[in-house]
């Protein structure tokens, strides 16, 4: 018998306040001092990820809430302190960062900022004490990685990379029809995402983003045969091209399409792309039946498909509402915290990915920054 999303979210140890954050209603919290605690996160980069979602998130969460905020745009940084009843003592620069360290309203910070900020940024919180969520991909080198990594871990402090996806009941449903056999043994996966990307943005930057739509959106698919399978890669080789020669892409790869051995013997192939809007999905082919999932990766509307030989099909459309992911997300870092955890998404998780993708690259051809 297939688990119910409910059960399912249990399983994967979201627990109940999970689930009900994925059908969008709210669990009071709990007696414990523990449950009835809200993790303090100070937003470091007022973009879209932070004030589209991780901020809104945050409000229909359980455990977490936004206590301060970095911005080198004061005017702004004051209209979204006020908008979440942030005290503007709370506000801080880039360059007065550090003085976080002497907040006791902060316990953690949300790191939203280009790519290769994201190092510089975990390890000043690192060093202030202060427990880091970054966003993916958790920095543009192997090398800043690991730094992230032993920064956080001299300070005795929690690192997880925001691989929201990983906490997303529909996938994890993915990945526990896989677990249970459901599909026999799995042959094959393939997987994309990618957009068609403006000119101008900071992702055509390599100083800034380290790479092209491999380090932004490719990332999800390789991420998702890492948690689909859950087996590291034995091999990994791709191929990338630049075809609209409009400009766009003179720092930063256009296109990169790549296959993945594992050692049970699955090859999957994937490819991204910033020159066209490529659907974010994967179909998992096994010798009893197979999953479609799309899409896999939006912040909602995530669609679960499933044939096999000898059972009804699946047909589970996921009706969340964004941002429920990243409230997911934000919760399940909270309890790592409140209960001494360690990350599901962990710092090593997130350089695990980072390895892949400098192979990637290497094998592609194309130069890493
Ligand atoms: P964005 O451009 O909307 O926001 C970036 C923020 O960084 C802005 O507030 C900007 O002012 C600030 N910033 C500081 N220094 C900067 C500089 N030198 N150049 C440009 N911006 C600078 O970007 P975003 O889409 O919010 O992405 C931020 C991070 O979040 C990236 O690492 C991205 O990969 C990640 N992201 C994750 C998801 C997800 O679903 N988890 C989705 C989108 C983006």
């Known amino acids: ?16 306040a999970a689930s009900s954050l994925a059908s969008g209603n709210r669990v009071p919290a709990q007696a414990s001092d523990a449950q009835s605690r809200k993790l303090g996160y100070c937003i470091v980069g007022l973009g879209r990820i932070s004030m589209d979602h991780f901020m809104l998130a945050c409000k229909m969460s359980q455990y977490s809430q936004v206590t301060a905020l970095v911005s080198g745009h ?27 360290a002497e907040n006791k309203d902060i316990d953690a910070v949300y790191i939203g900022l280009p790519n290769s900020m994201h190092a510089e940024y ?3 919180a690192a060093n202030a004490d202060k427990h880091v969520l970054c966003e993916k991909p958790m920095a543009t080198s192997v090398k800043d990685s690991q730094a992230m990594i032993d920064a956080c871990k001299a300070a005795q402090r929690k690192l997880m990379i925001a691989y929201r996806c990983q906490y997303e009941p529909t996938n994890l449903r993915a ?10 043994t799995i042959q094959a996966i393939e997987s ?20 092209g739509p491999l380090m932004d959106v490719g990332i999800y698919s390789l991420n998702a045969c890492r948690y689909l399978t859950g087996e590291e890669p034995i091999r990994i080789e791709g191929y990338s091209s630049v075809i ?16 993945m051995k594992f050692p049970s013997g699955v090859v999957a192939s994937c490819a991204t792309t910033y020159g066209a809007n490529m659907p974010g999905f994967f179909r998992v082919h096994g010798s009893k039946g197979m999953i479609h999932m799309e899409p896999a990766f939006a912040y909602q509307g995530l669609h679960l498909k499933a044939e096999f030989d000898n059972e009804p099909p699946i047909d589970e459309p996921n009706n969340s509402k964004d941002p429920y992911q990243f409230a997911l997300e934000a919760d399940d870092f909270a309890r790592c915290v409140f209960d001494n955890k360690e990350p599901k998404a962990n710092g090593e998780e997130g350089l695990r990915d980072m390895q892949w993708m400098a192979e990637l690259y290497k094998s592609a051809g194309v130069k890493l920054a």
């Open 1 to 16: 018998m297939s688990l119910t999303r409910r059960q399912f979210a249990r399983a994967a140890g979201l627990g109940a």
């Open 74 to 100: 004061r005017d702004k940084a004051e209209k979204m302190a006020a908008q979440y009843n942030v005290p503007t003592k709370n506000i801080y620069s880039y360059e007065n960062y550090n003085e976080i």
């Open 122 to 124: 975990t390890i000043r």
């Open 175 to 184: 990945v526990q029809l896989i677990r249970d056999g459901k599909l026999g």
């Open 192 to 211: 994309t995402h990618g957009f068609n990307e403006r000119a101008g943005e900071w992702r055509l930057n390599r100083k800034l983003a380290g790479g």
């Open 244 to 259: 609209d020669n409009d400009g766009r892409f003179k720092e930063v790869e256009e296109n990169l399409s790549w296959t």
